[in-house]
């Protein structure tokens, strides 16, 4: 995963950051996610994770001006 980041960070896609230190938070997340969804066994956690994470990854993105 970080030499993904690292690909859409030389691209202009996502902000400029540590690939490494990002990699780690985003599995770090899925990791809290898996288990918070696995606690209930509920299709509403899933959705909520889903939104969460699409948020949290939107963030990363750089803005470009329309």
């Known amino acids: ?3 993904l980041i690292e ?3 030389e691209q ?3 902000a400029e950051a540590d690939a490494g230190a990002l990699a780690s938070l985003i ?5 809290e996610a ?3 969804i696995a606690e209930r066994e509920s299709s509403k956690r899933l959705k ?6 699409d948020l949290l990854l939107r963030g990363l993105l750089i803005q ?3």
């Open 1 to 3: 995963m970080q030499r």
């Open 7 to 9: 690909n859409l960070i």
């Open 12 to 14: 202009g896609v996502v």
């Open 27 to 31: 599995y770090g997340s899925l990791f």
């Open 34 to 36: 898996a288990f918070w």
């Open 48 to 53: 909520r994770v889903i939104s969460a994470l």
């Open 64 to 66: 470009r001006s329309a």
